[in-house]
């Protein structure tokens, strides 16, 4: 493998009424091509944070991501933009599906994002669907489909654009622990068939377990599973 992905001295600062607040001080991160990476920690110790930087959504108030070894320009929207549409898939605690799209129009809002759907793309959404179990409800409104499903699709939808990793955040956290367990199984299984490296911030321990490697946020920086004591 070699490194995918990787962030030095990352510090992020928030202005609060009481005072700055720094969630994030001089974190350090690395991420190998197709490895999986679960990080835990209490509420608001950064992991939202940590992942809106690594994917784009946010920037550091110092500190440098680093895409196979050439930085990413944060000040450059343009890269930016391009990284978060062609580079990146997410999957949130909240689908955030168009409730006015069907499940397969959901599915190509990613492809859409680059210019014209082929079909090939809309083949591959169908396939997604049926690898899902949503071949029949491809049709369906997400108001139509029940919790569990719309995540499915959100799942699916993270890996349209053949992203190099995908960045989960709580991606089952709305859900049963039944119900979450077999999405567990999903998001593993096409992460394993699209050769995509995750990252999974989740309160799961056994939804972590099942990542090549464990990390815990403290106190802002990032510390290995097996040095927590």
Not at 1 to 29: I, W, Y
Not at 50 to 67: A, F, K, M, R, W
Not at 197 to 220: N, P, S
Request: aromatic content about 6%; proline content about 4%.
């Amino acid at each position: 493998m070699s490194l995918l992905l990787e962030a030095r001295n990352l510090t992020k600062k928030f202005p609060r009424a009481a005072g700055t607040v720094e969630v994030l001080q001089d974190c350090q991160f690395a991420l190998e091509d197709r490895e999986a990476v679960a990080v835990t920690g209490p509420s608001g110790s950064g992991k939202s944070t940590l992942l809106n930087i690594l994917g784009g959504l946010d920037s550091p108030t110092s500190g440098e991501v680093y895409l196979h070894g050439e930085i990413l320009d944060m000040s450059d929207h343009t890269a930016m933009s391009r990284w978060r549409s062609a580079g990146v898939g997410f999957v949130f605690q909240f689908h955030f599906l168009l409730p006015d799209f069907s499940a397969l129009e959901n599915l190509l809002i990613p492809v859409r994002g680059r210019g014209k759907v082929q079909a090939e793309d809309k083949q591959r959404a169908l396939e997604f669907l049926a690898m899902t179990g949503l071949a029949d409800r491809a049709n369906h409104l997400p108001g139509e489909l029940s919790g569990g499903e719309q995540q499915r699709v959100a799942v699916a939808r993270a890996f349209m654009n053949r992203p190099r990793v995908v960045l989960a955040d709580e991606p089952f956290g709305n859900l049963d622990r039944e119900i979450g367990t077999r999405l567990g199984d999903m998001l593993f299984t096409m992460r394993e068939q699209e050769g995509t490296a995750l990252v999974i911030v989740t309160h799961d321990t056994r939804l972590a377990d099942r990542a090549d490697r464990k990390l815990e946020l403290q106190d802002g920086r990032l510390v290995p599973a097996e040095e927590i004591s």
